[in-house]
């Protein structure tokens, strides 16, 4: 059975009174392994709070009610929806936002608690990823103008009414609790079913038994659950029962007796109806985890080695031949050139196809050096809309780059060929070897000691297993697990090399057409940190961007 990604949830702090429901929002922190959740002030929203207190007498005394913010979320959204009460002079221009503002960090508790509910039913993703996803839904201005237009004040307080919409909405957007695991398994076919079982790190023979018991099961559970005739239509799918699986594990160990039964299948043996069903649920999580993430699963044990191994300073050219130059096994130079001289006109076209505003948000962080909440301020959102538009613009180059240097068929055999002929010296020049040195250095003393033997002294398995006098199973199975560690130490190399080497080329690409643009308009760079100068190069810039689309 696979281990849950995550145990538990941090507890959610509380905010002590109106104003920090109002004005102050989640963080989630890692310290020393354990995830924990911060409530963090937003200045802006603080200062708008501590205003309306200070000059509008009906909100001060809203503020003062012992009544969990009822007020002040009714008196938001009459100025959200209707722009009521009538304007005065002393309040900003931007009240009917900054009132959508307020009403978002209030309902940041809401986003927590339906998270908590959809991961305990689900787990097949992290908290984190449910939290973000109804975060998504209260930042943005559209759906949640949507979700609250709905709301009834005589129905339930809006903080049950959020989470339940919240609720449902996480589970369509992560596609949680539509179908039944059951259903995931009956329906998905032998192919994809073992190149699940192959990217969760399963080897042979247990692939073969897996798919023969699920071969099996199906049946058994086709004609048991599927086609009863007191299954109602529309029905989520039952859940079989040990009669079920006791069936099935009947079927399957009669087939142990014919000559078309593979051999590493029939060497198994028997199995019993738990055995069975504990099989099927293997099964059932390798199709719910993959895939999962932009960056390939190997294997079991190298999907439990997180944290980053690599920390480079290196310079960005450094990065591009080092993030390129172990694509080929054979390190292969024609290889590595075709691929570096792709890189660049592959990222640029992705670049140049983005949006405007894309566009504009990335000369403006990366190019002007602005910080998402001055940023954020430029196009009257939240600060977290700007980080996810970062986000998502980076994803998209990121998956180019992954793209090109094609992880997914190299790293496995990358290993096994630099334990055969680099494991004695590897080249210090190379990033890729210099982390497969460095995650050597933290394998237990046992792992070393067999590396040193295997590739070292070039011993075979048997003489090793000989030598310390330990079963020859076991050293197999401890030389596949140091392996596995080597390649999750590869591909968390590879993940922070793509990451840094993106972030320096879209440092360099916006400041070189920054710097084109001023020189064009001839700015001085006294001038420079001026708003009006900004706006000017910034369009300037997008125009050289655009010249170069056309």
């Known amino acids: 059975m696979f281990p849950r990604m995550f145990t538990s949830i941090p507890k959610l702090p509380s905010r002590q009174n109106s104003i920090e429901k109002f004005s102050m929002y989640m963080t989630v922190e890692n310290n020393k392994g354990y995830s924990t959740i911060k409530w963090k002030t937003e200045p802006q929203m603080h200062f708008n709070i501590e205003l309306y207190k200070s000059r509008h007498y009906k909100f001060a005394s809203l503020v003062n009610q012992d009544d969990n913010g009822k007020g002040l979320v009714q008196f938001f959204l009459d100025m959200a929806f209707n722009d009521r009460p009538p304007k005065e002079d002393w309040e900003p221009e931007t009240r009917v936002q900054k009132a959508w503002e307020h009403l978002s960090a209030y309902c940041e508790e809401s986003c927590y608690r339906a998270a908590v509910t959809v991961w305990k039913d689900d787990t097949s993703k992290s908290w984190e990823e449910y939290i973000f996803l109804s975060r998504c839904f209260i930042y943005s201005a559209t759906k949640f103008r949507q979700i609250l237009a709905k709301y009834n004040s005589n129905d339930s307080s809006v903080d049950t009414y959020v989470t339940g919409v919240l609720i449902k909405n996480i589970k369509d957007s992560a596609a949680v609790a539509k179908f ?56 989520k799918w039952q859940e079989p029962d040990s ?20 051999h590493e299948v029939a060497l198994g043996g028997n199995i019993t109806g738990e055995q069975l069903k504990a099989n099927m649920e293997i099964c059932i999580a390798a199709l719910q985890n993959y895939p999962k993430s932009i960056t390939p699963r190997f294997s079991l044990e190298a999907l439990t080695e997180t944290g980053r191994q690599v920390e480079s300073n290196e310079s960005l050219e450094i990065l591009s031949q080092d993030l390129l130059t172990s694509s080929e096994v054979e390190d292969s130079r024609e290889n590595q050139e075709i691929i570096v001289k792709r890189t660049e006109p592959a990222l640029q076209e992705q670049l140049l196809d983005l949006k405007v505003e894309q566009q504009e948000i990335l000369l403006l962080y990366y190019g002007f050096e602005l910080n998402q909440k001055q940023i954020a301020d430029r196009f009257q959102v939240t600060q977290g809309a700007i980080a996810h538009r970062l986000k998502t613009i980076e994803i998209k180059l990121l998956k180019t780059l992954y793209g090109l240097s094609k992880p997914t068929e190299w790293v496995s055999q990358y290993v096994a060929v630099w334990l ?10 190379d990033l890729i070897h210099v982390a497969l040195v460095e995650a050597v250095k933290k394998l237990e003393p046992q792992e070393q000691e067999l590396l040193r033997l295997a ?52 440092t360099k690409v916006a400041k070189a057409v920054i710097k084109l643009a001023y020189d064009k308009l001839e700015i001085l760079q006294i001038q420079q940190t001026e708003l009006s100068t900004i706006n000017t190069v910034l369009k300037e810039s997008l125009t050289i961007w655009h010249s170069e689309k056309s």
């Open 243 to 262: 009669a079920d699986f006791a069936e099935a594990a009947n079927y399957y160990n009669a087939q142990m007796l014919l000559p078309c039964v593979p």
């Open 455 to 506: 590739y070292g002294q070039k011993l075979d398995e048997q003489e090793i297993a000989k030598l310390l006098g330990i079963a020859l199973s076991e050293i197999l199975d401890v030389l596949r697990k140091t392996k596995a560690k080597l390649e999750a130490a590869l591909i968390n190399s590879i993940d922070t090399m793509i990451n840094k080497y993106l972030q320096l080329w879209l």
């Open 180 to 235: 039944s695991k059951w259903r995931l398994l009956h329906k998905k076919s032998y192919k994809e079913l073992k190149e699940a079982l192959l990217r969760a790190g399963r080897y042979e023979p247990e692939i073969s038994r897996f798919l023969l018991a699920r071969k099996y099961f199906k049946q058994v559970y086709q004609m048991n659950k599927i086609q009863n005739p007191a299954k109602i239509t529309g029905q």
């Open 420 to 429: 055969n002929r680099n494991y004695q010296a590897p080249v210090y020049s």
